[in-house]
């Protein structure tokens, strides 16, 4: 969140404009807020400039379509390599910037600050080819070096009584914003592959502006709302699974719905993970 849409979100009334995922006002709530807010945002996107490129335009087509792109082999193989030695050696050798505790599985991060004396970490969470793959979904001139960037790891713990809330199905907000992975190890079964539901970035076929309507009249719904399987056979929409080789990039509009299942214990699956969240007015 930038000054602005802090600031934003601060203001009773104008914080409709901010990219809080749900206002607290059942009276602006009542009057239409939320879907007033999706239709909006959709409205902004739609006269953005769209930054394509020859290399980027066919997959950002995919991506406004069915939600979410896998490129496989992305950077050249001994580049990859290096890159794979360096992130296991941090991983082995940093404090994580976070440390949670998904459920039972154990989630950590590191945040690109701390990976500066890894150069090829460094040169890919500064990638020219992946700046544009962002510029391209969010139709904005995004700097790569100005949105999250992390060396992620998810590790699969044994508690079968928890539920790691991230396997829930849902969507992240109201209008269209996008992270990417650069798989490092391979996702299979066993270390719980990242879930989309296709076409679920689309508010027309989502019934989205009647669904966040209704959330948006329930008492603490503040947070992502979550997608049941009733609701998901209703719209006749289907989940994939994304198994994937490492070296793979995924890049997935969450506004569209999408879950990590649950893996095996002990397996663990490291990512380099990028992030954009801007406001959607603006
Ligand atoms: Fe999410």
């Known amino acids: 969140m930038n000054k602005i849409d802090y600031a934003l979100s601060k203001m009773p009334l104008l914080n409709i404009f901010s990219s809080k995922k749900m206002i607290h006002n059942q009276i602006v709530n009542r009057l239409g807020a939320q879907p007033f807010r999706i239709w909006l945002a959709e409205k902004r996107y739609g006269i953005r400039p769209k930054f394509l490129t020859d290399e980027t335009s066919p997959h950002i087509k995919t991506l406004r379509e069915k939600g979410i792109i896998v490129i496989p082999n992305f950077l050249p193989q001994e ?12 991983i082995e050798n940093l404090e994580p910037s976070v440390k949670r505790e998904d459920g039972p599985n154990f989630y950590t991060n590191i945040a690109n600050q701390r990976l500066k ?8 969470l500064g990638n020219k080819k992946i700046e544009q793959y962002f510029k391209a979904a ?3 001139d995004v700097d790569i070096k100005k949105i999250v960037r992390l060396l992620s790891c998810l590790i699969q713990g044994e508690d079968n009584a928890k539920k790691d809330p991230e396997t829930t199905l849902h969507e992240d907000t109201f209008f269209n914003t996008h992270k990417a992975w650069l798989y490092i190890s391979d996702v299979e079964y066993k270390n719980a592959p990242f879930v989309y539901v296709k ?3 689309n508010n027309k076929i989502t019934d989205r502006y009647n669904k966040s309507y209704k959330y948006s009249l329930g008492k603490g719904n503040i947070h992502s709302r979550r997608i049941s399987n009733e609701e998901l056979n209703e719209l006749n929409l289907e989940e994939t699974h994304f198994l994937a080789k490492k070296n793979t990039f995924v890049m997935a509009n969450t506004l569209g719905f999408h879950r990590r299942l649950r893996g095996e214990a002990g397996s663990k699956r490291i990512a380099l993970a990028f992030s954009a969240r801007f406001n959607p007015f603006i």
Not at 79 to 90: G, P, R, S, V, W
Not at 117 to 124: F, K, L, M, P, Q
Request: glycine share 4%.
């Open 199 to 201: 076409g679920s970035n």
């Open 117 to 124: 004396e890894y150069s090829t970490i460094n040169a890919v």
């Open 79 to 90: 580049i990859f390599e290096q890159l794979e030695k360096e992130c296991h050696h941090a």
């Open 138 to 140: 969010e139709r904005r």
